[in-house]
């Protein structure tokens, strides 16, 4: 069974913080990597992807993947309120899997004013 | 560029009914995805179609069904409906390239009593 865990939160942070969301897979044969973003009620917007290992940055959003460790992560930069949202970690499992994309649960992120 | 669309928005069906529900991807997306989306389970990955072949299933039971036409356009339908098929259903489309980004539909909600 293909695993990605997020910690659920919610996590908190104050306006102009850098939220860090983390998440980690089980498959290691696993070769594209994303993020989305759900606001209440709404469906799951793309925001970043990464496919090898280091760093890759968008404006105020930063992923960072380490394929050895099996980790992926999100900052963002200079939080702002309207990133309150959850956040869903995506994986694409290796060749020969039967799903398209296994998702975490999420972690619900709260920016303070 | 218009986004995927998902029809109908919302759905209200009562125990044993079934019901179709329908998805039109971005021009030149040749894959749909459908997933269903619970408080309790997350985002779960029902079925891909690509060229008007099912060419992945997740973990559903064989009430849940789906087909594309030659348009790309998706279909999804859930026979014989539980109450614990209430959720918001997603479809997502993607380009068949080696990035494989997935873009969300607004979703359907649907409420079996």
């Known amino acids: 069974q293909k695993e990605v865990e997020q910690n659920s939160g919610p996590l908190s942070v104050p306006e102009g913080a850098i939220a860090s969301l983390n998440c980690t897979y089980s498959d290691r044969g696993s070769q594209s990597f994303f993020w989305y973003r759900q606001y209440s009620g709404k469906s799951p917007e793309l925001i970043m992807s990464i496919y090898s290992n280091g760093d890759k940055e968008d404006g105020r959003f930063t992923a960072q993947l380490n394929k050895a460790s099996q980790y992926v992560s999100l900052l963002i930069r200079d939080s702002q309120p309207s990133d309150s949202a959850t956040y869903l970690c995506a994986v694409q499992p290796s060749q020969g899997g039967s799903e398209k994309l296994v998702f975490g649960k999420g972690t619900k992120l709260t920016v303070n004013p | ?113």
């Open chain 2, 1 to 113: 560029k218009a986004g995927v669309t998902q029809t109908p928005r919302y759905l209200i069906k009562t125990r044993g009914q079934q019901v179709t529900l329908s998805c039109s991807p971005i021009s030149g997306h040749r894959s749909v995805s459908w997933y269903q989306q619970t408080p309790g389970q997350g985002l779960q990955f029902l079925f891909e179609y690509f060229s008007e072949t099912q060419r992945n299933k997740g973990n559903f039971p064989g009430r849940f069904s789906g087909r594309q036409f030659s348009n790309s356009r998706s279909e999804m339908n859930v026979s014989t409906l539980e109450l614990g098929d209430s959720a918001l259903y997603l479809c997502a489309s993607s380009l068949v390239t080696s990035l494989d980004e997935q873009y969300f539909g607004p979703g359907t909600r649907l409420t079996v009593t």
